[in-house]
Each structure stands twice: as C-alpha cells, then as structure tokens.
C-alpha cells in the first residue's frame, strides 16, 4: 500500500527556534492535512491545503505556523519560533479525489527545549 | 472545532469478549463516519467506514452502528483479541475536514 512520509522522525529543538516539518504525500493525492498529538491524547487538526492553498485551518493554526508545497511532491509544516507548547507528534495526512479515507504518516516527535 | 465526543474514555475487555466504542457528534453535515485505530508511536489508520445511507456494516470482527437521527455511530469489536489492544478514534468528516474524537484506549486482556 502506498505510504506517507514523514521526515525527521525526531526534532529537537530550542524555545524560539525555528522547524520544518517534512512530508511527501501519497502521489496522486490532493488534500493535505498536518494533525498534532500531545502524548498519545487527542488528534488535533491544524490545517487543511487543497490546490496550493490552504483550505482551512484550525485555532491552533496561528501566525507562527505556515504551510508550503514547494515543489509538488513534498508537504512541509513551519514553526517559525517554537514555544514549549509546541512539543508533540506532528502527523501528515493525505487523501484522494473522494476525500474518504485519510492516509497517516508515522509523524515528526518535536521536542521543545 | 465542532464537538466530536466518545465514550467509555479507556475499555478493559476480556480476550474473546465484544468491544464496544460510542462516538457522538453535533455536525449533521458530516457525511462519513470512519473509525480510525492507533498503535503507539504509529500514525492513525482507517480501520473501517460508514456512510450515512447504511445504518450498518460489518467487516470481518469490526461492525459500525450508526443511528443518524441520535447523532451517534460505535464501533463493535467481536472476539476482541490482544492485538487488538490500541486507541481508537471516531473522525466523522465533511467538505474534506476530519474532526477526531477523544479517543479510546481499548486493552485485551489475554
């Protein structure tokens, strides 16, 4: 089965620095999701991206966070000045045309020192 | 975010006995309503989907229930099997947004 990708699986970092978060979704996919998790609890969505623009975003998604598709394969998710707030699992998700089912990577563990 | 709750919020169930989650949501705008199983440090996967035309589906041990005019749909798990031992969230969705539940975490006793 074709897979989401997720680069790194660990990020440390420091409070104020910035990340990027990297993923390459399923190829003939359309709809790209980022999603957090803090500490195997909720599944959190921040924000949805469709035809190079954002779709939709949640609270979460504030003015430190951005999202890019910059070359048409890879999905990123910047954190311009991390806050300890901001430590958790960072999941990639994708789906296809019939918007059905979602598609998980194996997520991005930041750490926010 | 509109409200997507579940309940019980953990579940310890006997190996061979039935497993059974409730998801309750608020959005009649939702139009599929899967439920999603997490193993730790993996992400979510799809572990069966309903649309709102059926009022039940069975794959295999897993069947979803689900009642429209109650705003509500579970997820059975029949012959629940130690592996089966993970959390599992409810994602109803709409126009392309998937809003998860609070999660269960279900332990099979062996």
């Known amino acids: 089965e074709p897979e989401v990708t997720q680069t790194p699986s660990h990020q440390v970092t420091q409070m104020g620095q910035e990340v990027i978060l990297r993923c390459v979704p399923i190829s003939n996919h359309l709809y790209f999701y980022w999603y957090r998790q803090i500490l195997g609890q909720k599944v959190e969505f921040l924000v949805s991206?469709?035809?190079?623009?954002?779709?939709?975003k949640s609270e979460i998604f504030d003015d430190q966070f951005s999202v890019e598709r910059p070359d048409g394969s890879n999905f990123t998710l910047k954190i311009r000045s991390t806050k300890l707030e901001d430590s958790a699992m960072y999941f990639c998700?994708?789906?296809?045309?019939?918007?059905?089912?979602?598609?998980f990577g194996s997520g991005t563990q930041l750490s926010v020192l | 975010q509109q409200q997507v709750k579940q309940s019980p919020q953990s579940l310890i169930v006997q190996k061979g006995g039935i497993s059974i989650i409730n998801c309750a949501y608020e959005n009649t705008a939702f139009d599929y309503f899967p439920w999603y199983q997490q193993f730790p440090g993996k992400g979510p996967a799809l572990l069966i989907a309903i649309r709102p035309d059926v009022s039940e589906k069975k794959e295999g041990r897993f069947t979803i229930s689900f009642n429209k005019s109650a705003k509500q749909f579970s997820l059975h798990i029949m012959d629940s099997q130690p592996g089966d031992s993970a959390t599992y969230f409810c994602a109803p969705s709409g126009t392309y947004k998937y809003i998860f539940g609070t999660g269960t975490r279900l332990k099979v006793l062996a």
């Open positions: 998700a994708s789906t296809d045309h019939l918007a059905e089912k979602l598609f």
């Open positions: 991206f469709y035809n190079n623009e954002i779709s939709e």
